[in-house]
């Protein structure tokens, strides 16, 4: 109703500029964070590395770096009345990512500064945030599996650790290196649905546990974060290579969504997609299972070939997290594990020079109705 609002509508805010921001970038097919190229990080970074970069708007000196690492492993840890009253919640048939919700909720009862907004305090949440989002992930694991909590090794990497906390076995270095990798390929991509969740919930001033938990709650749906798992199990449905193309040419024919596939703003190919597609080769290939990387290949080119569209992130990191024999409800909160990183980061921007989020709506509905008594209706 233009006598209401009238203003250009963007479906899905397609092409809006929301916010200015200086942590990460998409232009075309490239991704940098802070500047830097995902693929300069990628092949020479670590998480940790990565972490400070997105937080402190620079690579740490070597001092830094050290400092930065020794907290962030040690916080790793979760102390033993969280682990007991964690252990008390339902896990049977529960989503990890609905767990993950309530468990990164409940962290803030035991934090001290959860709602404090000094500096000091800002950076000690974000720590202990981004350190115990993926040890909750594995103590999930542990628990549904009738095992008990792992605790961390402060000497060990963070990527060494969430493996090792997950099955409490020592992950070799080309796993440790993979899965760190994929850390880096997750930490964060500009104005995504989730960073943007949790920035909206912090332009309200509300607390950063607040705001992260806005971000998983958006993390969570298969159109955004959720998308991985459902590539592992579409893979899993078809079951061979030789099923793959006429399965997907149905599929699309139905006029259904592939997973794994399509970007809003890449329309040349995701960055992040041709670094895992290379890792999933290999990793594949290391743990006997090379036909779902073959199988991911047909579907690959298949959708490619038929609609025109390419992989994001999530085709291809399914498979590397199989290959290791993550279990599939898993990759969502790995996701999450990493992108808490982003979301600390795009908080603190969004406190640092904020304005409230609020949108118009461009009315549609009934007008002019009179309110009648219930006896009349
Ligand atoms: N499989 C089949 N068709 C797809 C598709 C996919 N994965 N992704 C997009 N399309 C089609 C749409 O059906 C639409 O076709 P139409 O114009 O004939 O209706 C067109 O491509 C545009 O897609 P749209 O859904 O409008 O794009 P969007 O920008 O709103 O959504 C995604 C982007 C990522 C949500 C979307 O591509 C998608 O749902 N992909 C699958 C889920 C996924 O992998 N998510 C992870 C994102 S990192």
């Known amino acids: 109703m233009a006598e209401i609002y009238e203003g250009a509508i963007d479906k899905g805010l397609e092409g809006v500029v929301a916010c200015t921001t200086e942590i990460s970038s998409i232009v075309d097919a490239t991704l940098c964070f802070r500047g830097y190229t995902i693929e300069d990080l990628a092949a020479h970074s670590t998480f940790e590395e990565v972490v400070y970069l997105l ?192 399965w997907i040419k149905k599929a699309l024919a139905n006029k259904d969504k592939v997973m794994g596939f399509g970007h809003r703003v890449y329309k040349n190919g995701d960055p992040r997609a041709k670094i895992l597609q290379s890792m999933s080769q290999s990793l594949t290939k290391k743990f006997g299972k090379p036909e779902f990387f073959e199988m991911s290949k047909v579907i690959h080119e298949t959708v490619e070939n038929e609609k025109g569209l390419l992989p994001n992130v999530d085709f291809y990191s399914a498979t590397v997290y199989y290959s290791m024999g993550i279990p599939i409800d898993l990759y969502t909160p790995i996701f999450a594990t990493s992108r808490v990183s982003g979301w600390l980061a795009h908080i603190f921007e969004q406190y640092s020079k904020n304005r409230i989020y609020r949108p118009r709506g461009e009315w549609t509905g009934h007008t002019g109705l009179k309110w009648k008594p219930l006896n009349q209706r």
Not at 223 to 231: F, R
Request: charged residues 20%; contains cysteine.
């Open 55 to 246: 937080w402190y708007d620079k690579l740490p000196s070597q001092n830094e770096y050290k400092t930065f690492c020794q907290t962030l492993h040690k916080e790793m840890a979760l102390k033993d009345d969280l682990v007991k009253q964690l252990s008390s919640l339902p896990h049977a048939g529960v989503h990890p990512m609905s767990w993950l919700r309530t468990a990164v909720s409940m962290l803030a009862l035991w934090d001290p500064d959860a709602n404090e907004q000094d500096e000091k305090s800002q950076d000690r949440i974000a720590l202990r945030l981004t350190a115990k989002v993926g040890s909750l992930v594995a103590l999930f694991e542990r628990l549904r599996q009738g095992k008990s909590y792992v605790a961390p090794n402060p000497e060990k990497s963070f990527a060494w650790n969430f493996m090792y906390m997950l099955s409490g076995k020592e992950p070799d270095a080309e796993v440790e290196k993979v899965f760190d990798t994929c850390l880096i390929l997750h930490a964060d991509h500009e104005l995504n649905c989730s960073a943007f969740a949790a920035r909206v919930t912090a332009s309200s001033l509300s607390d950063i546990y607040s705001a992260v938990v806005s971000g998983i709650g958006a993390l969570k749906g298969p159109l955004h974060g959720g998308a991985n798992e459902q590539v592992m199990l579409t893979l899993l449905e078809i079951g061979t290579v030789a099923k793959a193309e006429s």
